[in-house]
């Protein structure tokens, strides 16, 4: 009976560590360039004062990728399909349209981090930014997603470093100075204008057709080596990771922001506007070190990104449109050659503004995919007994309508 009990147990903890990877690596590409700016921004004007947001964030950070990994779970499928199966390839092409409009600009943002973070370790934009694109190329039009998925999170691992460290020469402020508080509440334009900044980069479209799309794509591969694991076993694996990712993604947000916190001159966005400026962020504490602390912090982030966007976007538009596999290399290369061109001949000193912006925008084009994910969560005929409850369906429509309304305050005032 032991030995049973002992054989179980290892199996269990076979199928997690092998299943692990979609959810977490979702929750790491939130962690972006953008995501890592608008932190930084955030820190840098209320200091820890919205630290309190981004706790509270770690609920529809969760709730939304959840439904995402469980309608992958339930269907075996990815998000363009299972709409395009269900409701037609227009409705899907509705639903993917907004994350394909994003995500060709996010790849401009990625690049742009990737090529800033070079830069401020001594490499050129013109030299290091098309050797990034190939290494981008190369890793995600490789055929199987457990290939791509090894040195991704490899990567997290430098980005979670690198912001710790960051931290760490920062040091923590105390709670009774001016910028330790991190319960600011502050009725004025630039504090709901940041509120959903940080709203807009928690979930962005392109994590929900990532997640939905890995983790079907992940549980065919390991069916196909021999081990197959059930529905609720997938469920269960898939909502601890889920959490798991979403507590760190946003842990980091609040490193960020507090690494970020008391930089001279760091309220005006024009202090991030070149790669020297950025740089000396934190060369009053670290030295010579500073550029490559958050060099490589940057890097990693816009790295991590920039692959699962691919991923997500080429899978979320091939899949609406009812593209083969074997053709999704063409959206990689149409949706990143633009952004490889524009970050080559873009002024840097605007990407602050452009950045803040993005992110509120990424709210309104959460709209159709966060209510397509309500739509086929609700539908038991695609979902079977891992449909949403009454519930769970309040929940998640309250947690929408909440998303919107931050984005909604932010432009009316």
Known sequence: ????????????MKDTILMFGPAWLAMMADMDVSSFIGAAQTGATFGYGLIWVMIILIIPLYV??????RISVATRDGLGTVVRRY??????SIVAFPMALTDIITYGIEYLGIGIGLEIMGISLFYSIPVVYVIHIAIVTRRKYRQAEKPLIMISVVLVTSLLISLFFRGIMPISSSLGNPFLLEPTSSFFFLLAANVG?????FMIF?????????LKELN?????????RSVHIMRKETLIGAIATELLMVIAEMAFTGIPRAANSSFFATPADLGKVLAPIAGSFSPYIFGIGIIAAGFIALITISMGSAWGVAEALGISSRSYWIVYVLESVPAVIAVLVINPASIIGMVLYLLIFFV????????????IGRNRKIMGDLALTAGNQIIYLSILILIVATAVIAVVT
């Open 64 to 69: 939304v990728q959840e439904l995402a990994g």
């Open 224 to 232: 196909r080596s021999g081990l197959y694991i059930g529905r609720h």
């Open 201 to 205: 980069a928690v979930v962005m479209p």
């Open 87 to 92: 409701y037609g390839k227009k409705i899907a």
């Open 364 to 375: 309104f084009a959460l709209i159709a995919p966060m209510a397509m994910l309500w739509i």
């Open 1 to 12: 009976m032991e030995s049973n009990i002992t054989g179980k147990k290892r199996f269990f």
């Open 210 to 218: 990532f997640q939905a799309s890995a983790t079907g794509t992940k």
